[in-house]
């Protein structure tokens, strides 16, 4: 039933999509801002197919590069705590004078939950995208079995870095960038262009962008209407673990992208964008 349910709504939010496409000045009134947060290593630029479809569409789109990742040279080693590294979208909230619809990938689903803490007043809607969800006095990392981010380490898909010292404390995650293994876990669902564009564009993440535990309140976090977009063929966050996951602290409502990577916004960006424009209807 829920998954007729969602292909239904699927098939609606297509039709919604197409009829802004043909007639974007003509369907729909009242425009929010979405603000688009990248995943661990990426930068504003990964969300480059589905903001020239909201764009297009006549919303305001901002996508964030977080500190240290896409435009913002600051280094990763200097970046040591979860509100350092959202400091970019956190000032983006302060300054705006609407509420906006706050979208998040895969480690962004850390920050905008940083953020919600932060400006509940500011967000009708957080939509997580294969997204890390955390709870109250949860890490990112926390957020998934210890085995499936160990399993991507022993892989070779992730590598943590350590700092130079006795103590040897990790400062950064790498994101292994070849080819065969962008093909085989991040992009497999990718075209061989979003795969060499990913190759030569990402970067470091911090560290504690994963370690750090959020402290995640009612009045704050909890206030804000929260969704969940699950992908079924993610190798990074698999579609198990992001099923758990929204059971172990549930949003609103949960939709999927059957055949959705982990990079739904190159591989399937239409249909990810329908859903994110029908979410922000309801």
Known sequence: MEMRRNRALIIAALLGTYAL????????????????????????????????????????????????????????????????YSKPLTDHLQNVT???????????????????????????????????????????????????????????????????GPEALPVSVSLNSTYEMFRKYLYSECS??????????????????YSEKLTLTPQGYGSVSRYYISTGQDKIIPNSAQILMTKANPPLAVFHLDNGDHMSSFSYPEELTSLLYYIHLL
């Open 192 to 209: 061989d262009e979003d795969i060499n564009l990913g190759m030569s564009l990402v970067v470091d993440a911090p560290y504690a962008a």
């Open 98 to 164: 609407s509420k906006v619809i706050l979208v998040g990938h895969s480690l962004g689903g850390t920050s905008i939950s940083y953020a919600m803490e932060q400006h509940p007043e500011k967000i009708s809607k957080a939509i997580f995208v294969s997204a890390f969800m955390p709870s109250n006095n949860q890490s990112g990392m926390e957020t998934v079995a210890p085995e499936i981010l160990g399993g991507l380490i022993t892989k070779g898909v992730l590598k943590i870095n350590s700092a130079n």
């Open 21 to 84: 496409l043909i007639a974007p000045s003509e369907c729909h009134g009242d425009k929010q801002e979405f603000v688009l947060v990248h995943g661990s290593g990426h930068g504003g630029w990964s969300w480059y197919k589905v903001a020239a479809i909201l764009r297009h569409s006549g919303f305001t789109v901002t996508p964030i590069d977080l500190l240290s990742a896409g435009r913002d040279h600051t280094s990763v080693e200097s970046v040591k705590t979860v509100a350092e």
